[in-house]
């Protein structure tokens, strides 16, 4: 069974910075493309970063610039490095990872989300 699991939440002041990270475990093949969600009250999820299997990242507007993507193979780790938050990046953030579980098939997985919080 594959889960993911994200840390690295917190409360921090306009103009902080947090680290997120999420961690992979049980049996799968690879990982492919790994993102980063996130979800402010009231509101839709929102895909904020993509990072593909060859470690190329995209962002989305509202964070480029201030957000930084990265993943680490051999610790089945992706990151999401945040600098000079502001209050509208307050959202639970999530981690979602394309994950081949055998030889043919990849499934799509979630973490269970860890909340961030900006004051102004």
């Known amino acids: 069974q594959v889960q993911l699991v994200e840390s690295g939440g917190g409360l921090v002041q306009a103009g902080g910075s947090l680290t997120l990270a999420c961690v992979i475990s049980?049996?799968?093949?690879?990982?492919?493309?790994m993102r980063w969600y996130r979800q402010a009250p009231g509101l839709e999820p929102q895909r904020i970063t993509a990072?593909?299997?060859?470690?190329?990242?995209n962002y989305r507007d509202s964070v480029k610039g201030r957000f930084v993507t990265t993943r680490d193979e051999a610790k089945n780790m992706v990151y999401l490095q945040m600098n000079n938050l502001k209050p509208e990046d307050t959202a639970v953030y999530y981690c979602n990872e394309d994950v081949r579980t055998d030889r043919v098939r990849t499934g799509n997985y979630w973490g269970q989300g860890t909340q961030v919080t900006v004051s102004s």
């Open positions: 049980g049996s799968f093949f690879g990982i492919r493309d």
């Open positions: 990072i593909t299997e060859n470690g190329f990242p």
